[in-house]
Every structure is written in structure tokens, then in C-alpha cells.
């Protein structure tokens, strides 16, 4: 049963730093693409970041482009997203996704599997 487990959320002020884990187990996931997307409060779910399955090709949404790293550790079936100068803008629900391809995808549909979110919330 694969299982993704996200991890690293929290509380900060605007202009603050948070690092987000997902830990993936059931399968491997070294070869596959994952991402980062997140869902705030009366929105639709939306992306923020990919990674390839080589990890050679990142896409970022525009509104995280340059602050936001994605990365990953397949040895750890782990993959990072690394976010700083933080908004309160940024306050939403984030969730992990992993897919059955080596190239990475921009929406939700791409990714089959999901974790449950973990929040992040920047205080003005």
C-alpha cells in the first residue's frame, strides 16, 4: 500500500522559512515524478512545484518561482520543497504527489497518489 506522508508544516511570520518532507513507502518512487501542491481555504487545489523522476527538470507556478526549491533524495524515497520569504499568501494546506512517469506534470490529474496535507499558515 503506498503510502506518502508530508511533514514540516507549521506556524511562521511572513518573510520566514519552512522545509516540507514527504516520505514515501509501499513502492519506490526513485524513477518517478513527484510534486508539490496546496489547497487553501475555500480554493481549489492548486500546484507549486514538480520534480522529474532523474530529478533533472523542476517547474515551479509562477507565484513561487524563486523562493521555493523542490528537490529530492531518492536513496531516503524522499523528496523536499524548500520555502522561503514566506507570505501570508502562501497559508494553505500543502500536499505531496508522486506519479507513474518520469516526467513531471503541472496538475493534480498527473498524480495518482497523494499524502493527507500538512497546514502551513504565515502570519502577516
Known amino acids: 500500500q503506498v503510502q506518502l506522508v508530508e511533514s514540516g508544516g507549521g506556524l511562521v511570520q511572513a518573510g520566514g522559512s519552512l522545509r516540507l518532507s514527504c516520505a514515501a513507502s509501499?513502492?519506490?518512487?526513485?524513477?518517478?515524478?513527484m510534486g508539490w501542491f496546496r489547497q487553501a481555504p475555500g480554493k481549489e487545489r492548486e500546484f507549486v512545484a514538480s520534480?522529474?523522476?532523474?530529478?533533472?527538470?523542476?517547474y515551479y507556478a509562477d507565484s513561487v518561482k524563486g523562493r521555493f526549491t523542490i528537490s529530492r533524495d531518492n536513496a531516503k524515497n524522499t523528496i523536499y520543497v524548500q520555502m522561503n520569504s514566506l507570505k501570508p499568501e502562501d497559508t494553505a494546506v500543502y500536499f505531496c504527489?508522486?506519479?507513474?512517469?518520469?516526467?513531471?506534470?503541472?496538475?493534480?490529474?498527473?498524480?495518482?497518489?497523494w499524502g493527507q496535507g500538512t497546514q502551513v499558515t504565515i502570519s502577516s
Open positions: 509501499g513502492r519506490t518512487f526513485s524513477r518517478n515524478a
Open positions: 504527489a508522486a506519479g507513474n512517469t518520469v516526467g513531471a506534470g503541472t496538475t493534480t490529474n498527473w498524480y495518482p497518489y
Open positions: 520534480i522529474s523522476g532523474n530529478g533533472v527538470s523542476t
